[in-house]
């Protein structure tokens, strides 16, 4: 009892906090924006700097001893990781040197251990994301692109390496991989969640682009797996058997070891236009709701009873209220997001577990690896709202990180939040997510947050595609994926133009528009009067013709009379009228007829193409002759990404 009513003043006293925060929220003005924006490429420059000058070519810089180490598999991870954070912040020259040395010397056919969720995350999406970015970053680009190039093919190179662990009953991959040899002799079958499930942007990707369904088949067998094995009451556990389908750990929650499963069930759903992965998340969540959510904090149950098992909260499970705001649960989001904050500004960061209860860090859980995910959801959230109690989220953050975790060549692991004491440790994904989320909230102008407004066409070996639109889809490492160059390079788009293609040479556009019988009226009535004008036309024309000769009345009787005997005569000089003398007394008879015959021709056909031109182009009331008409339905105004993001979502909301 005691223990309840501590954890009821807890909750009071957050709830004071998120008051008295409001009523005291700093404007961040258009300047500030721009001071906090440079002050996060400063933050990511002196980190970058360091592992290039002291780290490089390990995976990782070690930011107190200033040297490097390898962590997920030594293949330089880090250089990787942040090349795409380059190309959102406008370092393009430092993109493109970066690839170019990543293209001439990054190899992968290494005996090496690897962790097949980390290196498709990081390094799978890495490269690929960076080939995406290539033509924006002006790096060269091969023929072919968007569906070839360096980049793709070491991407590729790479996740055709992990397929192996894939090999499994159940599909569903081992967690460790040899880049070289396949699966480690003895490697455990047991397995995170999101070990299972985060392969869909990537797998998927590499299939859109490449043509080769192995990749999402694959990725989606796993997923599909997972979902299968389900419990009763609709959770799933945070560890199972890879060859068996049982479950090896039945606590169920949004955090560690199941968090980038539930990610990707969304953004494969937006991606990969999946209506039955949204329908998946819908269960889930509605079920997250039932048993785990208290108070706007999620904790963790038992995935078949529903019981709370653990009452903390977890750093990895900051990233919820972005991924609640890509289904348009604003409000949801908005009030867990305010109770992470608070926990944020207790400690100066957010420690890997907090007990619920008793309002502190978990023993052995103190630590802050520099994780992205706070500042994620609050860069999604201030997308979708504009609320400016977030840009003063993202100012607290990067004070927080700037003031206790930077060394003189880096920013250093924050081995327990209470006391500030650092770790000997810089994840690549400090570069690769933490400084990407918060330049990119302090930079509403960038390219990633196109609202759809404006595009660039290109042309491919599949046609003309529009690029570069907006609507980039990040991966759980932060790396973004444009959907357009997807479609680009897919069947679809080739199946698409094919149906376009037939569409456009069946279709009765007039029928269509409710204007055909108008338009055949008019071209009808076009006609007869053609017809009935050509006669009066050509009397028009010679008379023309023959006044400009200066002939008399008499001389046209007489020239309109004459009959092919006539003509036929004046070969041999015989019955010549006295016109055709007179028109011809300075040179040959025939050569005079047939220049006024010619001229006469000549000046009809002038007079029936003008007429034509006439009745072609005066006024009507013809729609499609309207330069200004513009029926909707030939009209697709684009919806901004954060709205197609909600539409999405409420396009399965059961209404009833």
Request: proline share 4%.
């Amino acid at each position: 009892m005691a223990a309840s009513m501590k954890y009821l003043q807890v909750l009071l006293t957050f709830h004071l906090m998120m008051y008295l925060t409001g009523l005291h929220l700093k404007e961040v003005s258009k300047k500030d924006m721009n001071k906090y924006r440079e002050r996060v490429v400063e933050m990511f420059q002196h980190a970058y700097d360091g592992y290039l000058n002291h780290a490089y070519p390990y995976d990782e810089l070690r930011p107190l001893t200033c040297d490097g180490h390898d962590t997920w598999g030594s293949f330089s991870l880090t250089l990787i990781d942040a090349l795409d954070t380059l190309a959102v912040m406008g370092n393009n020259s430092e993109f493109q040197r970066v690839a170019s040395v990543l293209v001439e010397k990054a190899h992968f056919d290494i005996d090496v251990n690897a962790s097949v969720f980390e290196t498709n995350i990081r390094v799978v999406g890495g490269l690929l994301s960076a080939h995406l970015l290539s033509k924006r970053a002006g790096m060269q680009l091969e023929e072919g692109w968007p569906c070839s190039g360096p980049l793709l093919r070491l991407s590729e190179d790479v996740a055709r390496r992990l397929l192996p662990a894939f090999d499994t009953a159940t599909g569903m991959p081992y967690g460790t991989i040899n880049l070289r040899y396949g699966v480690p002799k003895g490697e455990t079958p047991v397995t995170c969640t999101a070990g299972v499930g985060t392969f869909l942007l990537e797998f998927g990707a590499l299939s859109k682009l490449t043509g080769d369904p192995v990749y999402i088949r694959t990725a989606e067998k796993a997923m599909q797996a997972l979902w299968v094995q389900r419990s009763p009451i609709g959770l799933v556990g945070n560890h199972i058997n890879v060859q068996t389908g049982k479950w090896t750990a039945l606590d169920s929650g949004i955090g560690a070891g199941v968090d980038s499963y539930f990610e990707y069930l969304v953004k494969g759903a937006i991606l990969f236009q999946r209506s039955d992965l949204l329908e998946q998340y819908k269960e889930y969540a509605g079920n997250i709701e039932k048993y785990m959510k208290h108070d706007d904090w999620y904790m963790w149950a038992h995935m078949n009873k529903g019981s709370i098992t653990l009452p903390v909260f977890q750093s990895l499970e900051a990233f919820w209220p972005g991924l609640q705001s890509l289904v348009g649960d604003i409000d949801k989001a908005m009030k867990t997001l305010h109770n992470y904050h608070q926990v944020w500004r207790q400690f100066g960061a957010t420690p890997e577990f907090y007990q619920l209860p008793k309002a502190e860090p978990q023993h052995n859980r103190e630590g802050y690896p520099l994780r992205p995910e706070l500042i994620e959801s609050t860069m999604y959230l201030y997308r979708a709202t504009k609320d400016p109690y977030l840009l003063q989220v993202g100012v607290d953050i990067l004070e927080a990180i700037e003031a206790i975790s930077k060394t003189k060549c880096g920013f250093a692991t924050i081995k327990d939040v209470r006391n500030h004491l650092l770790d000997n440790r810089m994840e690549s994904f400090f570069l690769a997510e933490t400084t990407k989320y918060l330049y990119l909230l302090f930079d509403p102008e960038n390219f990633i947050h196109n609202d759809g407004s404006h595009g660039d066409v290109i042309n491919t070996p599949n046609g003309e595609c529009v690029i570069d639109a907006g609507g980039y889809i990040f991966n759980t490492e932060a790396h973004p994926i444009d959907p357009a160059l997807l479609h680009c390079c897919s069947v679809e788009k080739h199946e698409s133009d094919m149906i376009l293609e037939r569409m456009h040479d069946d279709l009765d556009l007039l029928t269509l528009l409710g204007i055909k019988d108008k338009v055949e009226g008019h071209e009808k009535e076009a006609k007869t009067k053609s017809d009935s004008m050509k006669q009066s036309a050509a009397l028009d024309e010679w008379k023309t013709i023959l006044d400009a000769a200066k002939l008399d009345e008499h001389r046209v009787n007489n020239l309109l009379t004459i009959d092919s005997q006539n003509i036929t005569d004046t070969n041999n000089g015989t019955n010549k009228s006295p016109e055709i003398s007179k028109l011809t007394e300075k040179g040959n008879t025939q050569d005079g007829v047939e220049k006024v015959t010619n001229a006469m021709l000549e000046m009809l056909k002038g007079a029936l193409n003008d007429y034509i031109s006439d009745i072609t182009t005066e006024p009507t009331d013809n729609v499609l002759l309207n330069s200004t008409f513009r029926p909707e339905l030939l009209t697709c105004p684009a919806q901004p990404f954060h709205s197609r993001m909600s539409l999405l979502g409420e396009m399965f909301i059961d209404q009833r």
